[in-house]
């Protein structure tokens, strides 16, 4: 089945300790997009990649690193500089960057850092 | 600047009846799209529908029908006869392409429908 997947689902880290979320997708898409998610609020845009090894900033990418070495791969790094890492992290795709295309999202990864 | 407001933080409903969720948005931009998302307690969010903005027409499918007016800037969902698997939290979301091409989604906040047996 063509889909998204984010691993792990539920990650714990210690403060000053940088993790590596993963986002794998099948669907071919071009564009790729992370997204933090707090409770009770909307999604807000870390980074996204309109095509292989190229990204850019979204809203609050400050804390956070990405590479996109292969089109179904877009990992994000969240680094010991992200000073409220706390969150619920959300991958999605699309066929391209472009205001029409709707976005296909993965199962999220739960980050708490202890 | 744009925005999507989505006043109604909760609603509760007992099945079989109808609910509409509301959607406003703000925008300069005179071509754009709207969509709305569902998000289960699975966490994954799920497309439901996208509208542009020269296409007023109002949508049917099954029991989900949406109501986009440009006058006001709202664009709102209505569920009809509402069942206990639709309860989630829905997003409502706007997309332009400024004229720099950065990449722009807006969601609202969000409504959390409850629907009770």
């Known amino acids: 089945d063509g889909g998204i997947t984010q691993s792990p689902k539920y990650l714990f880290r210690k403060e000053g300790q940088n993790v590596t979320l993963s986002c794998e997708q099948n669907l071919n898409h071009d564009a790729m997009y992370w997204y933090r998610q707090d409770p009770g609020q909307g999604l807000r845009l870390i980074y996204y990649?309109?095509?292989?090894?190229?990204?850019q900033k979204g809203d609050i990418a400050e804390g956070y690193s990405v590479s996109r070495e292969k089109k179904e791969s877009f990992p994000l790094t969240v680094t010991s500089a992200q000073k409220n890492p706390t969150a619920f992290y959300l991958c999605a795709s699309s066929r391209s960057v472009g205001s029409y295309n709707e976005q296909f999202f993965g199962p999220g990864t739960r980050l708490t850092v202890l | 600047a744009q925005k999507v407001t989505q006043a109604q933080t909760e609603i509760s409903v007992v099945e079989k009846e109808d609910v509409t969720l509301d959607c406003v948005y703000e925008t300069r931009d005179t071509t754009y799209y709207l969509f709305w998302y569902k998000q289960p307690p699975s966490g994954e969010l799920v497309f439901l529908i996208r509208r542009n903005s020269f296409d007023e027409q109002n949508e049917i499918s099954g029991r989900y029908s949406w109501n986009f007016q440009k006058s006001t800037s709202s664009f709102n969902f209505t569920i009809t006869a509402s069942q206990v698997v639709d309860s989630a939290v829905y997003f409502c979301?706007?997309?332009?392409?400024?004229?720099?091409?950065?990449?722009?989604?807006?969601f609202g906040s969000g409504t959390r429908l409850l629907v009770r047996p």
């Open positions: 979301a706007l997309s332009v392409l400024p004229m720099d091409s950065s990449y722009k989604l807006i």
């Open positions: 990649s309109q095509i292989v090894n190229d990204f």
